[in-house]
Structure formats: structure tokens, C-alpha cells
């Protein structure tokens, strides 16, 4: 059996609010699109369990359509509610395509509240404390990317009322992208409940919280990879058989989505996610994971957008290479970014006193912006490209 599907002018959350509403109930499943543009091969049905499709690139730059069923991003609502403080109000600050964006939907949705949307394009913390004061349940939730955060955090030095409405809420989940350990501190310090979340459009948006899974959501790591299991996972990519059979595997009865990413589980059943496992190059005969080498990078001052790929080497075959966004650059992931940038002697010294010699980025390439995927990440391919011509804006 099948549903029709339905194309949603994401640039209008509220009108995405009310098609969730009536696919929740049973009606037409909903597919948010970024510009309203329906492609020529979006099908007009989905199969009757499906509720949302989520297009995403995923780290690939390969678009993928996810399907979701309705139990599936319901249980998603109710593990959140279960790990946080209960049902409450959000504030939608995330655009309705992507999966966190809908997660804040659905689940005020569930909690039978109404989000307050902050208008779609440049984030503004100003305007995000506003919308904040308006909530009226006593428990109050956003969901940020990291450099939304880092926005909020630098207004908040200087404006109370920034300050105060980030202490407001009860929790603010922060995903999308690795968070730098000083930003979860530097927030934490300030009085900010931040959670950061880990999950995908696959697991119906974040499914592990500061580490730990949430409802019935089961962590393993198989070979190295980091596999999910639990109620909130997608049906499997729609028009594409292939590729669902590559992602999800049934493993003693249950079945499991393949990561992709890279990770470990401690003895108290934490996981810590390194970085992609397709992220590793060998440099000089080393493996050299460029998640890790990114992670440190970010940590430094000026650098919390920048994003370490690969490129050829006539003597070590491949070394990483830091690509950044200009400072004030509009590229949503680098709010954060200050003027004076790392020399790359010291940066590569901060690197090698971590990770070693051969993690040492090989140069810092400076851009006017970083390119984006439609999902609003980093095109990892489209940098590789351009460094790999060996054409940086500095060494």
C-alpha cells in the first residue's frame, strides 16, 4: 500500500508544521524542499508506513532520500522527552528541511505545543532571544548547530537578555556537526544545559545524547563502525534498493543502520565517535584520521568552522590540509570565526603535540566561503577538488 507524498515549501515552517500534522494523523507524507522546487523524479507516492522524507547528501555529496515512518520519528519525540525534561515548547531556529529542524517540529507536535520560529536565512541571537521570552511552557527547549551556539554565546557577553534567555532553557541540543569540547564548556560555564546529540537523518535526527542512547535506541560498534538500533530508524532511501541494503543490516533478529562513522564504546557504554571511516589517509605510510585532525583544529582560536581534507603529496601521497571561510565569511558554521587566525607552524605543532608527525596539516587555505551541500555541510568533494590543484590562498 501507499500514501501520496507531498512536496512543502520549507522556507514556510509553519506550513511544514501543519503537513506534519496531518501526516502524523495518517495523511500524505510530507517532504520538505528547500526552495520549493519539486525535481522531476520525486515519485508522488511513498509506502503507506512513510510520514517524512528527508533529503539529504550525507557526507558524500550523494543525495539521498530518507524515508521515515511515523512511529519512527515519534519514538524519536519520545526518547527525547524521556532523556530531557519531559514534553515542552521549542523554539525552531534550524530550517524545516533538515532532520533536526523536523525533529523540533514533530515534537512539538507530540507535546501539543506550538514552536516559536525564528525566520528563515541569517541567524540572529538577538532575535533568538526574543522568540525564547515568548515561550510560555515552563519547560523550554532549542536545538542548535555548534556555531548558532557560538553565536548565542558571544552576544550573550554583552547583551543580559541574550544571557538570560540561553539560561532558560532546560536543554539546548547542539548536533549537526563535531562540537569542540571548549564550546560544550565554554556554554556549560555560563549557566547554557547544552546536550550534544549524535544521530542522522537515518536514526530520525539525534538518538544518542552527550554520549549515552536514549529510549530504546542500542549502540555497537562492529569492525570499527559505529551501528544504531532502536525504534526511530528510517524505512531505507526511497527509488534507491541498493543503497538501503548497503546501510541496513538485520543482525540476530534486530535491525541495525551502518554509521559510516568511526567510534568506540566504553565499559560504561559511552560512545565516542573519532571521525568517518572513509577519512583516513595514509601519509608517509601512517594512517592519519582527518576527523581527528579536525577535531583539534577546531579547537583552536578562529578555526571552529574549518573543515581538513585530503590532497595528493609527491613524497607522503596524501596529507591533510586545512581549509577555512574568511573571517565574517556568511558560511553558517563560521559565526564563530575571530580575526587572527593560527600561523601554520603553530597550528601544525598543536596538531603533531596530539595526534603526531604525520597528522601535521601540509597548509591552511583561506576562502571567502566555504562550499555547501544542500544539507548545509561543508562539500568536502568540491574542497578536495580545489586543493588537490595545490592552489591555496595561504601557506
Not at 572513509?278 to 577535531?295: Q, Y
Not at 577546531?298 to 577555512?324: C, F, I, M, Y
Not at 593560527?342 to 601535521?360: I, M, T
Request: glycine share 10%; with cysteine.
Amino acid at each position: 500500500m501507499t500514501r501520496p507524498l507531498l512536496p512543502v515549501d520549507a522556507r514556510r515552517p509553519l506550513d511544514v508544521l501543519d503537513a506534519l500534522r496531518e501526516a502524523l494523523a495518517g495523511g500524505p507524507a510530507v517532504a520538505p524542499r528547500t526552495d520549493g522546487h519539486v525535481p522531476a523524479d520525486l515519485p508522488a507516492t511513498v509506502p503507506q508506513p512513510v510520514a517524512l522524507v528527508v533529503e539529504t547528501s550525507g557526507s558524500s555529496g550523494v543525495p539521498k532520500r530518507v524515508m521515515l515512518p511515523a512511529d519512527a520519528v515519534l519514538a524519536g519525540a519520545a526518547a527525547a522527552d524521556g532523556a530531557l525534561s519531559g514534553p515542552g515548547q521549542w523554539v525552531l531556529a534550524l530550517p524545516a528541511h533538515y532532520v533536526a529542524g523536523t525533529n523540533v517540529l514533530v515534537r512539538s507536535i507530540a507535546a501539543g505545543t506550538e514552536p516559536e520560529v525564528l525566520a528563515p536565512g541569517h541567524f540572529d541571537p538577538v532575535a533568538f532571544a526574543a522568540a525564547a521570552r515568548r515561550l510560555e511552557h515552563p519547560v523550554r527547549y532549542a536545538s542548535l548547530v555548534p556555531a548558532q551556539l557560538a553565536a548565542v554565546l558571544d552576544a550573550a557577553e554583552h547583551d543580559v537578555d541574550v544571557a538570560d534567555a540561553a539560561r532558560s532553557f532546560a536543554a539546548v541540543l547542539v548536533g549537526g556537526q563535531a562540537t569542540p569540547a571548549s564550546l560544550v564548556d565554554r556554554a556549560r560555564a555560563s549557566g547554557v544545559a547544552v546536550v550534544r546529540t549524535y544521530g542522522s537523518s537515518e536514526t530520525s535526527g539525534g538518538c544518542v545524547y552527550d554520549g549515552v542512547p536514549v529510549g530504546r535506541t542500542r549502540v555497537a560498534v562492529v569492525d570499527g563502525q559505529v551501528e544504531l538500533a532502536g525504534p526511530s530508524l528510517a524505512l531505507g532511501y526511497l527509488g534507491d534498493d541498493a543503497r538501503t541494503e548497503a546501510a541496513f543490516v538485520v543482525r540476530d533478529g534486530e535491525r541495525w543502520y551502518r554509521t559510516g562513522d568511526a567510534g568506540t564504546v566504553s565499559d560504561d557504554g559511552v560512545l565516542a565517535v573519532s571521525g568517518r571511516l572513509d577519512d583516513v589517509v595514509v601519509s608517509g605510510g601512517e594512517k592519519v584520521s582527518l576527523g581527528l585532525v579536525e577535531r583539534v583544529v577546531r579547537e583552536q582560536p578562529g578555526l571552529a568552522g574549518a573543515v581538513v581534507v585530503r590532497a595528493p603529496h609527491e613524497r607522503w601521497g596524501e596529507v591533510p590540509v586545512v581549509v577555512v571561510g574568511e573571517p565574517g565569511s556568511p558560511a553558517p558554521h563560521l559565526l564563530h570565526a575571530t580575526p587572527r587566525l593560527p600561523e601554520l607552524p603553530e597550528l601544525r605543532a598543536v596538531v603533531c603535540a596530539a595526534l603526531g608527525r604525520a597528522a601535521a596539516p601540509d597548509r591552511l587555505v583561506l576562502l571567502p566561503e566555504l562550499p555547501l551541500l544542500a544539507s548545509g555541510k561543508p562539500d568536502r568533494r568540491a574542497l578536495e577538488a580545489l586543493v588537490a590543484g595545490g592552489d591555496p590562498a595561504r601557506n
